[in-house]
């Protein structure tokens, strides 16, 4: 069974532009979550989907940050305009319908200078 | 806050002895979850105990929770160089959604 996928791994852009990152579940997962993880601290959850809909995006700086799930598989995270603060690890992670196990992707690392 | 508070911060043992981590959390919970996760494979789920559970084993894993107390811990018995990692508390308000701890970092010495 593949994981779940994550590009790119590494990411190093200026402030104020703009970054994209992909998520591609493991297949037949009906839910994915965004989770940005600052160094030293523990992953915190930006947004959830259950297929293509939005389940909870309480803690998704809204202002900055959008995410999508168009056709309920794969996902994109943008940050737009990025701001030092959001230099971090983002990871993507996704669970089977009868599952609570979540299964993590490798992550983006994002550096803004 | 709901989320889960890991205890010590930072662990440091010898290749053979035991690892206890602690975690403490707030409010009520459906279920708490242990994850494990170093540079070379991510983030990788441990072990789920239910809410309604006291004790779950898995292999050289054993995770208590005591709900009245709110608190749990993880024990790794027989550690290995290979468990260094950072490990992490995450405390399931409902069944489908999970809130991670600062974590636990284990170095263990071969």
């Known amino acids: 069974e593949a994981g779940v996928a994550q590009s790119p791994r590494y990411k190093i852009i200026e402030k104020r532009q703009s970054v994209a990152f992909w998520c591609n579940p493991i297949?037949?997962?009906?839910?994915l979550y965004w989770y940005q993880q600052i160094l030293g601290q523990g992953p915190k959850l930006l947004i959830q989907f259950q297929n293509n809909g939005v389940v909870d995006d309480s803690q998704l700086p809204k202002d900055r940050f959008s995410a999508e799930r168009l056709k309920g598989v794969d996902s994109t995270l943008k940050i737009q305009p990025a701001k030092l603060e959001d230099s971090a690890v983002y990871l993507c992670a996704s669970v089977g319908l009868a599952g609570v196990e979540q299964f993590f992707g490798p992550g983006t690392r994002l550096t803004v200078l | 806050s709901q989320q889960g508070e890991e205890d010590p911060q930072a662990l440091s043992i010898q290749e053979g002895e035991n690892a206890t981590m602690n975690c403490s959390y707030k409010t009520s919970i459906n279920n708490l979850q242990w994850y494990r996760q170093n540079s070379g494979r991510g983030l990788v789920h441990l072990i789920l105990i239910r809410s309604n559970e006291r004790e779950k084993h898995s292999g050289r894993l054993r995770v208590t929770l005591d709900t009245s107390k709110k608190s749990s811990s993880l024990l790794i018995t027989a550690s290995r160089a290979a468990d260094t990692a950072s490990y992490f508390c995450?405390?399931?308000?409902?069944?489908?959604?999970?809130?991670f701890g600062p974590g636990t970092s284990l170095s263990v010495i071969p």
């Open positions: 995450a405390t399931a308000p409902s069944y489908d959604k999970v809130i």
């Open positions: 297949s037949g997962h009906a839910t």
